[in-house]
């Protein structure tokens, strides 16, 4: 059974950075691209980043130049360096494949910008 656990999120003043892994349990890793998503209150879930598993790399306009994806297929692991960080990058954050699959779903893990 596939599992994704994300660790690393807090909370970190404007201008901050934090950086985000997610530990993938299963062969599902070695096979799949990966991405960062998030979700703030009252709005949709959105892609933040993936990475293909040769590592291209893909991200959402309101963090290109911020935030940096990155995996290593041997540790089954998938990162993502958030620097200066905004009040607008606060939210839930989620690993899971991309396109995303219902049934990795974690609980994600939370990360506040706030001053």
């Known amino acids: 059974q596939v599992q994704l656990v994300e660790s690393g999120g807090g909370s970190v003043q404007p201008g901050g950075s934090l950086r985000l892994s997610c530990a993938a349990s299963g062969s599902i890793f070695s096979i799949s691209a990966m991405g960062w998503y998030r979700q703030a209150p009252g709005t949709q879930r959105e892609l933040v980043a993936s990475?293909?598993?040769?590592?291209?790399?893909n991200y959402t306009d309101s963090v290109k130049g911020r935030f940096t994806i990155s995996r290593d297929n041997a540790k089954n692991t998938v990162n993502l360096q958030m620097n200066s960080l905004k009040p607008e990058d606060t939210a839930v954050y989620y690993c899971?494949?991309?396109?995303?699959?219902?049934?990795?779903w974690g609980q994600g893990i939370q990360v506040t910008v706030s001053s």
């Open positions: 990475i293909t598993r040769r590592g291209r790399t």
């Open positions: 899971n494949i991309h396109p995303p699959a219902s049934r990795y």
